[in-house]
């Protein structure tokens, strides 16, 4: 397989928008960057695309991939926000925060029967535009293979998945270089399931 590599830099956002849009609709699987860390990711609809990511990374089974979107009401298709969580999406998305929620019925239908699913809605700007113009959620982890650092630039996430994958896009160094924060929100009290670049303190007047 031959990847495709273009740049929001070089080839402009535009170029980089359609031809992303294209590949995700051809169901093929791309690497973009977040505000965080590069991500592998692919349509939630895509089964067998999902499944490669696992191949691909050497990911266990049973760590779930998060689910991206860019607005909230598409999220809410797939998890169940509790009551009280409002000022939090408010507050911190788009951001580095991701939200460990209850899954709706189709939520479970598409994960394999998971009773809770990890999603955010990221904030950066090239990939909002591309969630918001291919108009489906993505399913996404971290470009790297596990146990090796995740991808800051797209050079890294080209020796990690060249000839592996349909796309990468470089659109620079993340801004943050470092793993969203993780909190479990299925029930009270809250659990802070892994420290990222979004400092917990900020989040204790909010929860």
């Known amino acids: 397989m031959k990847t495709k590599i273009i740049s929001t830099k070089k080839d402009g956002n535009n170029l980089v928008i359609e031809v992303t849009n294209d590949i995700l ?4 699987i791309v690497v973009l960057p977040t505000d ?14 999902q499944k490669q990511i696992y191949r691909l990374k050497h990911r266990a ?12 009401e598409t999220l809410k298709q797939f998890v169940i926000f509790p009551k009280g969580i409002d000022k939090i999406v408010m ?13 709706t019925e189709l939520g479970k239908m598409l994960i394999g029967g998971r009773d809770n699913l990890g999603v955010r809605i990221p904030n950066c700007k090239i990939l ?10 993505l399913m996404t982890t971290s470009a790297n293979i596990s146990g090796k650092d995740s991808a800051k630039t797209a050079k890294t996430a080209i020796d990690y998945f060249d000839s592996k994958i349909d796309l990468i896009v470089d659109g620079g160094k993340c801004e943050f270089s470092f ?13 802070v399931i892994r420290k990222g670049c979004l400092d917990c303190k900020k989040l204790l007047e909010y929860i």
């Open 179 to 191: 793993e969203s924060t993780v909190i479990d929100m299925v029930k009270f009290p809250y659990v």
């Open 128 to 137: 909002l535009n591309i969630m918001a113009r291919y108009n489906v959620p």
């Open 36 to 49: 965080t860390v590069y991500g592998i990711m692919t349509s939630v609809f895509n089964f067998e695309g």
């Open 91 to 103: 507050e911190f998305w788009p951001g580095q925060l991701t939200l460990i929620l209850p899954t």
């Open 25 to 28: 609709k051809n169901k093929g």
């Open 61 to 72: 089974a049973r760590k779930p991939l998060i689910l991206m979107s860019d607005n909230i």
